[in-house]
């Protein structure tokens, strides 16, 4: 049985922590938050992120230090926007050599950095090729609860998959391997941006042929952008880029979905990310991607248009007419010139 920290009390640590207790670990839970440690040991429960019975074997914890002694593996699940503090906190801390897993889902606005770069960036003995990245649908409400739940991991050094994959496989929680780090932790990140989308459209009182429309029309642009930062198309339409877009798009668990559910209800950004209480990823997400569909001239209408909703206060009704009056063309123009040249 392995010592295991897991970094991010949130709703997704907490649900990681339980697949790693259930399969025998020893887990440490780590919050920046004082009292929240306290309660988690003290009722077993963490009900602000979920509502699941958070087993005996794992401890929370707030002193970083503590948390990581002796560990063989750490799991990163904070905030993309925290990232960077915690690892360069841990990279002082850390006396031994570890697995590093990290399970967020979003690209940093500015250096336009994924996450496994990021750490890299804040970590001394590590670069992002010993990383591992693990996504795919996978909502910590059904997590919690135990119901059949499919994920990837991914890393340059497969050894380091294939512990993670070990780690964490068990008969609700089935780990996937995949040889395309960028693909997968692509695919988390931008399909967060379609959420929102979709969310807003339901907001909108618009059904299941736009959500369709969004999903695949997302798809499409999602492939776009991987591809040219070197991801396999093939991997978009796996479980962390079909999977996931279907699970975020179409589950109101998503908090991506609710978001953009309200937003298209007509409540501002501030209000909306305020109620939630929990981290939106896709918004920041949609900065990022905005920014490298422009530096890499690619076409991403949807991201354009939920940027344009996001941080240009454009009414998503405006939004939705420009999408539906874009130039006609072929389904496929777009998509397959695109494929060739880099296939
Ligand atoms: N919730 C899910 O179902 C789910 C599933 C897969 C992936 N993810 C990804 O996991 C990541 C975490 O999401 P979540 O849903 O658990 O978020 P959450 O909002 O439920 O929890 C985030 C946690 O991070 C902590 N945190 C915030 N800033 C911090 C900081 N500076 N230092 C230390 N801790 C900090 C918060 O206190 C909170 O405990 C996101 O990237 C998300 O996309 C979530
Ligand atoms: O709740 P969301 O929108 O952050 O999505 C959670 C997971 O990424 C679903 O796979």
Aim: net charge negative.
């Amino acid at each position: 049985m392995t010592k295991v920290a897991v970094l991010g009390a949130g709703s997704w640590g907490t649900a990681l922590s339980i697949v790693l207790a259930d399969n025998g670990h020893h887990v440490r839970l780590w919050t920046h938050r004082r009292e929240q440690a306290e309660a988690i040991n003290q009722t077993h429960d963490n009900t602000q992120y979920l509502d699941a019975d958070i087993p005996e074997q794992i401890k929370a914890f707030y002193s970083l230090e503590k948390a990581i002694e002796d560990v063989s593996a750490v799991i990163i699940v904070v905030p993309t926007k925290a990232i960077r503090d915690v690892c360069s906190e841990l990279d002082k801390l850390l006396r031994q050599p570890v697995t590093i897993v990290h399970a967020t889902k979003g690209i940093e606005p500015g250096t336009l950095k994924r996450v496994s770069q990021m750490i890299d960036e804040e970590m001394t003995d590590y670069n992002y090729e010993d990383v591992v990245v693990l996504s795919g649908p996978s909502h910590a409400e059904e997590v919690g609860k135990r119901q059949p739940t499919t994920v990837t991991v991914s890393s340059i050094n497969s050894e380091k998959a294939a512990f993670a994959q070990d780690l964490f496989i068990n008969e609700s929680f089935r780990v996937y391997t995949s040889n395309d780090m960028v693909g997968i932790e692509l695919g988390g990140a931008l399909k967060n941006i379609i959420a929102l989308g979709a969310g807003i459209s339901n907001g909108l009182g618009y059904g299941d042929n736009a959500k369709a429309a969004l999903i695949t029309r997302g798809l499409a642009e999602i492939a776009r952008l991987g591809v040219s930062l070197g991801a396999s198309p093939l991997t978009f339409l796996g479980l962390p880029g079909v999977g996931d877009l279907i699970v975020t798009c179409t589950s109101p668990h998503s908090r991506n979905w609710r978001a953009g559910n309200l937003l298209g209800k007509g409540q501002k950004l501030d209000e909306v990310l305020e109620q939630m209480g929990m981290v939106v990823e896709g918004v920041r997400t949609t900065k990022a991607a905005y920014q490298l569909a422009r530096d890499r001239q690619i076409e991403m209408p949807i991201t354009e248009g939920l940027y344009a909703i996001l941080f240009d206060d454009k009414k998503p009704k405006d939004v939705v007419e420009q999408l539906m009056n874009r130039n006609k063309r072929d389904e496929m123009d777009d998509i397959t010139p695109f494929l060739n040249e880099h296939y």
